[in-house]
Nanobody
Framework: QVYLMESGGGLVQSGGSLRLSCTASSNAFSFNYASWHRQVFGKQREVVAQTWPGEDGYTNYADSVKGRFAISTDYAKNTMYLQMNNLKPEDTAVYYC?????WGQGTQVTVSP
């Protein structure tokens, strides 16, 4: 199956921005639903953003990130992005990308107050 790898995490100040990338080993993003999730230690993993392939470009976001995060996909590069703006300490978590029942290793995002 497809292999996924996240990158772009790091430490930022509250109000700052980060762009996460998820690169796939195949063109899975061109044909399948994909998503970004995040997880804090000791808590349940939660969906952050969702995307469906096609010209329609359907997307969906968790209420907690609406207006601040944006999901997009570069099909030619087999890469999915998560643009995160106006970050808050509550956004601190390990972020994972997923498609075809596969997950990346995760990338840490830490937002300082």
């Amino acid at each position: 199956q497809v292999y996924l790898m996240e990158s772009g995490g790091g430490l930022v100040q509250s109000g700052g921005s980060l762009r996460l990338s998820c690169t796939a080993s195949s063109n899975a993003f061109s044909f399948n639903y994909a998503s970004w999730h995040r997880q804090v230690f000791g808590k349940q993993r939660e969906v952050v953003a969702q995307t469906w392939p096609g010209e329609d470009g359907y997307t969906n976001y968790a209420d907690s990130v609406k207006g601040r995060f944006a999901i997009s996909t570069d099909y030619a590069k087999n890469t999915m992005y998560l643009q995160m703006n106006n970050l808050k300490p509550e956004d601190t978590a390990v972020y994972y990308c997923s498609t075809m029942d596969r997950w990346g290793q995760g990338t840490q995002v830490t937002v300082s107050p």
